[in-house]
């Protein structure tokens, strides 16, 4: 489809502002001040957003399917499910051929897009991990997935309301759920046998975590325990003990202007991590560049037995660690994330990790009909389950966790069901729902310094996540005057 000269310089606008707040909404403008961006009537209710989404542009018509660009950031076997699945679908049907295109990681997903919003080059698709959300309503770059939703008659019932909470923005969902994670325990079941640890139950709170990794290292690994020093597992412990992470029942009642992290819970996370790395009984890495994953590594080394990351590598991380090449012998276990005191059971969950997939407004009604097709495709029962028992990732659709497929995965391998079983276990509440922050990213880059100068620099906790605060606030700040 040609653009008109009319919506050509609409787009050329928007690619400005995106690059900005993607800084200032584009197009008329989402609420100022402290408000949330909200579709939803006074009663709670969502009118329908169907006009916003037409179906019927991308049948076929003598010239061709029409073709449409998804933009990824899957790895190893994540991308080759992802590819069989992609395959599938075009295979399955004449009127959209998905190309894929690997941008290497989420970061580089939206920095790219910032830049090729707007132009022929943006993508009709595009997975995003959550810390997007806010900027996206934002700058009003994406069609929600409401919208195609309740075009094409489709209802939420049968998706997990957990994931569907979490994408929600003023009662309407914003992009089409996909690859859902959350943070889990990797332990080797040997070295606990060795250790005299019962391999079958990992630890379930701090003080458990600390006595296994001294028993650990007692019986000959030189650490008991890696920590990746991850922003994102600090939210998931607030978000385990119930408790908010930014002000506003986490931006949901009223856009956020602080963090909340400066709680009895956070200092004691602080504080655990930080006894840890001086006692010399944890390892530490980084989250990213060619040591992020340093903490499996280990494993397959011998230097230690349990770390955290994310459940989404369980099927790249058990074919790595379970082979000859490894220096010790690993039988992965996986284990939930332990809760930082066992009084806190209950109170909350984990949160929704990993991304989704994101219709962006190109003012194309074919391409984004297709981008819709195959999003719905991805999401769909059948399309979970195989990517769920290929990847690791958590299926976001109830039928999903009772097929066939995902049952003799969770039976053979059952390690799997453990990242589903905490999202699905958890508590429904402010905590658990999510925060939704403008400068997502420059909250966790607050947090990660924190991170770093605890463990690295060894300053005392508390003055450690007093700057952390100041520096996250300033951030909040500085973006909602931007809006």
Known sequence: MTRTPQQHRAKIGCVATLALLLIAACGGGSPKGDSTNSTSSPDGSVPDMSAQCPLDGTTTDGTGPTEITYWHAMTRANEETLAALTDDFNASQDDVEVSLVNQNSYGDNFTKFETAYGTESSPDLIQLEDTALQRLVDAQAVVPAQACLDADKQNLDDFIERVTDYYSVGGVLYPMPFNVSNPVLYYNKLAFEAAGLDPELPPTTFMELRDAADALQSSGYEYGFAFKRDAWVLEQFSSLAGEVFVNNENGRTKRATEVAFDTPTGQSVFEFLQAGVQDGVFFTNPASGPSGFDNLISICNGETAMTFDTSAALGTATAILEQ????????????????????????????????????????????????????AFLASAESQATWAA??????????????????????????????????????????????????????????????????????????????????????????????
Do not use: H
């Open 324 to 375: 000859e090449g490894c220096k010790v012998n690993v039988e992965v276990g996986v284990g939930a994330l332990p809760l930082p005191s066992a009084d806190l059971a209950g109170k909350g969950g984990v949160l929704v990790g990993g991304a989704a997939n994101f219709l962006p407004a190109n003012g194309d009604p074919a391409r984004l009909a297709g981008a819709y097709r195959f999003a």
């Open 390 to 483: 290929g990847t690791g990732y958590i299926p976001v659709r109830k039928s999903s966790a009772e097929s066939q497929t995902i049952k003799d995965l969770w039976a053979t391998s059952p390690g799997y069901k453990v990242a589903f079983d905490q999202l699905t276990s958890g508590a429904s509440n402010a905590a658990t729902a999510g925060p939704l922050i403008g400068d997502y990213k420059g909250v966790r880059e607050a947090m990660t310094g924190a991170l770093e100068a605890l463990l690295i620099e060894n300053k005392d906790a508390a003055s450690v996540i007093a700057d952390a605060i100041k520096e996250a606030n300033e951030k909040i700040a500085i973006y909602n005057k931007s809006v």
